[in-house]
């Protein structure tokens, strides 16, 4: 188990570092000249130079890059802005701020969205999935699969301006969403996100019904679950016992590269709803031609992904004993 995760772990390693040489290249090697973007309409080609001398850009594409490399790695004291500490992604073009403080600042609102939406979705999608499972071929069944069916055919950038429009500025039944810290005010921060969670769990509730309940399904025609049935044991103790677990797999497969993807910014439902997280981040860097802070915000968003893969790896064995990590 170990030597897995330590080959893992060091596989992901691997995978950030060419990651990221493919995203410093494809932004500052292949676009016009960052300069341009950071001088604006008073460039004159002194002030242009100094920007080049200063970010480094006056080197070869490939130094620029081992430098941007040591920085994330151990920091840096050469920035015009102050010193930079590790992992230090350079300081943002539109603000002059610290991207790594600029993604953290950012990070509690995702992370708020993200655990919030994911209860929901997995409660309501799980539940309705082993429900249609259980009542397979009978109205209840049905009704789940063709519900879940619809929903997943919609999308956030129509069912959040709609709930907004209902439940925020015609029924006043809730506020207008917001984030609040937790530590300052639990019950505002609730109510505040209400409606981002429903909104963004609705979708994936849906797509959780539909995979739950075709894989407890394909679970109950496995061998060791017929063999049980076969041997006497109850329906629901089967169900629960046996099918249930190994159902898991492609559920929590699937969960760790959405959570992972969440994490690295909700992109649509923050910008819908307008809370400042690293998805609304990522658009506002995009508007601004802001390159430090959008190669900031994608190799955040892939670390996440790389980081609950592994998680979801080392679970493998403890859901299901069939497993055997070698």
Known sequence: MLRFLVRRIIGAVVILFLLSIVTFVLFFGVPRDPALLMCGKTCN????????????????ITEQYWIF????????????????????????????????????????TTVSLTLGAAVCFLVVGLGTGLLAAWRRGTLVDK?????????????????????????????HWFDKPAYNEFTGDPLSWFTGLIIPWVVLSTIFAAQYTRMARSAMIEQLQE??????RAKGMSRSYVFFR??????????????????????????????TFGLPGLGQLAVQSV????LPLL???????????????????????????????S
């Open 69 to 108: 490399l040591h920085n994330l790695v151990a920091g840096s004291d050469q920035f015009a802005q102050g010193p930079c500490p590790a992992p230090c992604f350079g300081y943002s073009y539109h603000t002059n701020d610290l991207v790594w403080s600029t993604l953290m600042d950012r990070l509690p």
């Open 143 to 171: 009704t789940a699969t063709a519900g879940a069916m619809v929903i997943s055919s919609l999308q956030i950038y129509f069912i959040g301006p709609l709930a907004l429009a209902i439940l925020v500025y015609q029924t």
């Open 295 to 325: 190669l900031g915000v994608m190799l955040f968003a892939a670390t996440m992904i790389l980081v609950f893969n592994i998680v979801v790896d080392a679970t493998y064995a403890f859901i299901d004993p069939r497993v055997r990590l």
């Open 223 to 228: 061998e060791h679950v017929r063999t049980a």
């Open 242 to 271: 046996y099918a249930w677990r190994g159902s898991l797999i492609p559920i929590v497969t699937i969960f760790g590269i959405d959570l992972g993807s969440l994490l690295g910014g909700a992109i649509i439902t923050e910008y």
């Open 45 to 60: 080609p002194d002030s242009i130079a100094n920007i080049h001398h200063v970010l480094g850009l006056d080197k070869p």
């Open 287 to 290: 508007f601004f031609s802001d």
